[in-house]
Nanobody, 119 residues
């Protein structure tokens, strides 16, 4: 099957930066859209940013001007550079990928990585 493994979360002070990574592995012919979502305690999961295989980026308003999404197709990895972090960015960040293989296509999620921003 397909696995997504996130890394790079942690504790950072407000105004600081973190870089998240998410590597895909398994039975993969092609990965179309990859993205990052987040879920804070007591809140619904929300979109942060997505990126197509061709590099087309899309950001939620919460991320514009502060976060940058990128990907390395050869490594099947997506990144999220987060700058100027705020306490309200504290959440579990999840990687998402739309994967195509010989079995068909489907959306996969990582297990999540905790980001905590202290004020």
């Amino acid at each position: 099957q397909v696995q997504l493994v996130e890394s790079g979360g942690g504790l950072v002070q407000a105004g600081g930066s973190l870089r998240l990574s998410c590597a895909a592995s398994g039975i993969i012919s092609r990965i179309d859209i990859m993205g990052w979502y987040r879920q804070a305690p007591g809140k619904q999961r929300e979109l942060v940013a997505t990126i197509t295989s061709g590099g087309g980026e899309n950001y939620a308003d919460l991320a514009k001007g502060r976060f940058t999404i990128s990907r390395d197709n050869a490594k099947k990895t997506v990144y999220l550079q987060m700058d100027s972090l705020k306490s309200e960015d504290t959440a579990v960040y999840y990687c998402n990928a739309f994967v195509v293989n010989w079995r068909g296509e489907g959306t996969y999620w990582g297990q999540g990585t905790q980001v905590t921003v202290s004020s």
